[in-house]
């Protein structure tokens, strides 16, 4: 059982190239978010879905966007890449229920140079 | 506004003794709270969490934590530190972004480092 994965693992990136990070889950989970995590911080949301063709700004959405076309893939784009965006990505889902445990991918490393 | 905070940011215990890692929160209502550990190049990975009931909850690899309400804390626990406990602990409660769901808002980490 795959869980959440997440590709590419490592990135390097020009200011202002674009890409997308891939999120998939097979858990059937409705609800999926991505976060960032920047050294001796915490994560921090940056968009999520409550289900296919729902999505919604975090509390730091700025240089992204997301789509949610099936219940399984979650990718976050990256439009104009600017040194700021260089931090460590994690999607994560969860089921429906309010209490239930979000689970993460490996995460994906983007370098802006 | 919610927030978690983690009073530490390294933890350092010798193996075979007890650790705790301290969080303590600041929710409206009532906090669901999780505990989450990191590996160096991973993942976070799930290690117990506080919905309702017991004050005292066991997680996973011999791990617990005590909600208090009084002193809006959730400190993680452990009678017996092993070296393979050492990694990046993450304290976190559910938002508010999703509706009825939520997001989780992190605490900034806690180094734990366990010396044989």
């Known amino acids: 059982n795959a869980g959440v994965t997440q590709t590419p693992k490592f990135r390097i990136l020009k200011i202002g190239q674009s890409m997308t990070l891939q999120c998939a889950q097979d858990?059937?989970?409705?609800?999926m978010y991505w976060y960032r995590q920047d050294p001796g911080m915490g994560l921090k949301l940056i968009y999520y879905?409550?289900?296919?063709?729902?999505?919604d700004k975090g509390e730091v959405p700025n240089g992204y966007n997301v789509s949610r076309s099936t219940t399984e893939d979650f990718p976050l784009r990256l439009e104009l890449a600017a040194p700021s965006q260089t931090s460590v990505y994690f999607c994560?889902?969860?089921?429906?229920?309010?209490?239930?445990?979000?689970?993460f991918g490996p995460g994906t490393r983007l370098l802006v140079l | 506004a919610q927030s978690v905070a983690q009073p530490e940011d390294q933890v350092n215990v010798a193996e075979g003794n007890p650790l705790t890692v301290k969080c303590t929160y600041s929710?409206?209502?009532?906090?669901?709270l999780f505990w989450y550990v990191q590996y160096p190049n991973r993942g976070l990975q799930f290690l117990l969490k506080?919905?309702?009931?017991?004050?005292l909850v066991k997680g996973s690899y011999g791990f617990e934590a005590e909600f208090n309400k009084s002193q809006t804390s959730f400190h993680l626990k452990k009678p017996s530190a092993l070296v393979s406990d050492s990694a990046l602990y993450f304290c976190?409660?559910?938002?508010?972004?999703?509706?009825?769901?939520?997001?989780?808002?992190f605490g900034k980490g806690t180094k734990l480092s366990v010396k044989p």
């Open positions: 994560a889902s969860s089921s429906r229920d309010r209490g239930e445990t979000q689970y």
């Open positions: 858990m059937n989970h409705n609800y």
């Open positions: 879905s409550v289900g296919a063709g729902i999505t």
């Open positions: 929710v409206s209502g009532n906090p669901y």
């Open positions: 506080y919905i309702t009931g017991d004050n």
């Open positions: 976190a409660v559910r938002g508010n972004y999703g509706g009825s769901q939520g997001n989780l808002i």
